[in-house]
């Protein structure tokens, strides 16, 4: 089973700072199949980056995707007061699915 | 406007049964696979199964095969999540998610239906 890790765990930034936040596979994972959620408290998921780097519908261009192999990444341009938030990524692989621990982006 | 909305939750003690059900409208349900996802209390997500359009895949998280039984009516547009000898670490909100297609990403989420499992 795949593993992924994220970091930071938490990410103290200030509205309008750039963010940057890594997920890392204990091996390698298809771009296809890695995908970001946001979850905000007492909210569920919502999707925001599918395919490594595609946007979701209605996601803004501040919120991008990257990497591939073992190390994907998750950038915020510019923080705006609605993105503090926990940010998972997920992959798909030998028909099962895991999750990252989560990183939280909360006000510095 | 696509929704997904969950019932059945609630207490149970250990090693009893629970079945989740989840209500799709706003789109063509047996066009989707389906998921349901859980998460305990200030945990991180934790996938628990998954089933294709036509139920001929049907997947499971080793945490929970052999206990738990996911299934789908098409005709109800219904999901639904048998869950049989509950342990007290199955305790977590359930959601049930549409997998969105060949990205095998999950879009949109329901609310989510809490299930704890305590004496």
């Known amino acids: 089973e795949i593993v992924l890790t994220q970091s930071p765990g938490t990410l103290s930034l200030s509205p309008g700072e750039r963010a940057t936040l890594s997920c890392r596979a204990s091996q390698s994972v298809s771009s296809t199949y890695l995908t970001w959620y946001q979850q905000k408290p007492g909210q569920a998921p919502r999707l925001l980056i599918y395919g490594a780097s595609s946007r979701a519908t209605g996601i803004p261009d501040r919120f991008s995707g990257s990497g591939f192999g073992t190390d994907f990444t998750l950038t915020i341009s510019k923080l705006e007061p609605e993105d503090f938030a926990v940010y998972y990524c997920q992959q798909y692989g030998s028909s099962i699915f895991t999750f990252g621990p989560g990183t939280k982006v909360d006000i510095k | 406007e696509v929704q997904l909305v969950e019932s059945g939750g609630g207490l149970v003690q250990p090693g009893g049964s629970l079945r989740l059900s989840c209500a799709a409208s706003?789109?063509?349900?047996?066009?989707?696979?389906m998921n349901w996802v859980r998460q305990a209390p200030g945990k991180r997500l934790e996938w628990v199964s998954y089933?294709?359009?036509?139920?001929?895949?049907?997947y499971y998280a080793d945490s929970v095969k052999g206990r738990f039984t996911i299934s789908r009516d098409n005709a109800k547009n219904s999901l639904y999540l048998q869950m049989n000898s509950l342990r007290a670490e199955d305790t977590a909100v359930y959601y049930c998610?549409?997998?969105?297609?060949?990205?095998?990403?999950?879009?949109?989420w329901g609310q989510g239906t809490l299930v704890t499992v305590s004496s």
């Open positions: 998610a549409r997998d969105r297609g060949s990205h095998m990403a999950f879009d949109p």
């Open positions: 706003g789109f063509t349900f047996s066009s989707y696979s």
């Open positions: 089933v294709s359009s036509s139920s001929s895949a049907i």
